[in-house]
């Protein structure tokens, strides 16, 4: 098993930047990839960033690319979303991810899935 826990969310303001942590624990040698997805109101949980766990490769979805960067510190067992110039758009609840493959996390569903940290942008 892989526990998953985000941090880092909270109430900012539009045009600030903004860093999201997730600390991987147990079994997280059989983790190929990490990522983040995000979740709007009323709205379906969606893909935004993976990052492959060893060789740094990403991916973006398209609305996010330019603003958002994920990275990982495999000594730390941590990956971060670095997310700059938020815009109001951004509001929602952000979800930390772990599969065995890339595929798991681009194209879902992960194998795991974090408990999920609230971002509100506000103007």
């Known amino acids: 098993q892989v526990q998953l826990v985000e941090s880092g969310g909270g109430l900012v303001q539009a045009g600030d930047p903004l860093r999201l942590s997730c600390a991987a624990s147990?079994?997280?040698?059989?983790?190929?990839?990490m990522g983040w997805f995000r979740q709007h109101p009323g709205k379906e949980r969606e893909f935004v960033a993976a990052?492959?766990?060893?060789?740094?490769?990403?991916t973006y979805t398209d609305s996010v690319k330019g603003r958002f960067t994920i990275s990982r510190d495999n000594v730390k067992n941590m990956v971060y979303l670095q997310v700059d110039n938020l815009k109001v758009e951004d509001t929602a609840v952000y979800y930390c991810?772990?599969?065995?493959?890339?595929?798991?996390?681009?194209?879902?569903?992960?194998?795991?899935w974090g408990q999920g940290t609230q971002v509100t942008v506000s103007s």
């Open positions: 990052i492959n766990w060893g060789g740094g490769t990403t």
């Open positions: 147990g079994n997280t040698f059989s983790i190929y990839a």
């Open positions: 991810a772990a599969g065995f493959s890339d595929e798991a996390v681009v194209d879902g569903p992960p194998d795991y």
